[in-house]
């Protein structure tokens, strides 16, 4: 019996532009961001001892030359604070959500 296909979770962007379009300072935000959220990951899976290891829950990336954070929404169901931080963090240095548009996985 074939197995139900896995459902991806829901993410979104942060991205570094204001509301305005202006690029948001400073220029490392996002993987300062990311680097606090590292310690929030699924359970049984441990931070390891090399150097930085984002958190899977947040992950710093670069989209049509903007600095963004991809933000996986099960990091509600890990830590509700620590989302409830990045949203103000968006929200108080005014910058733009986006949701992420999934595209399926290329048959195999």
């Known amino acids: 019996m074939a197995e ?3 459902v991806k979770p829901k993410e979104f962007f942060i991205l570094g532009l204001t509301s305005a379009g202006r690029p948001f300072r400073p220029s ?3 993987e300062r961001l ?3 959220l590292s310690c929030y990951r699924p359970p049984g899976r441990q931070q390891s001892q090399q150097h930085l290891a984002y958190s ?3 992950k710093p990336i670069v989209m049509n030359n903007v600095k963004c954070v991809v933000v996986d929404e099960r990091l509600r169901d890990i830590e509700p604070m620590a989302m ?3 949203l103000n963090f968006a929200r108080d240095n005014d910058l733009q959500l986006l949701d992420a548009c999934l595209l399926p996985d290329p048959e195999q």
Do not use: H, N, R, S
Request: aromatic share 20%; glycine share 6%; proline share 20%.
């Open 56 to 58: 899977p829950y947040a």
């Open 28 to 30: 490392d935000w996002a």
């Open 84 to 86: 409830t931080f990045v």
């Open 4 to 6: 139900p296909p896995k």
């Open 34 to 36: 990311c680097g606090v």
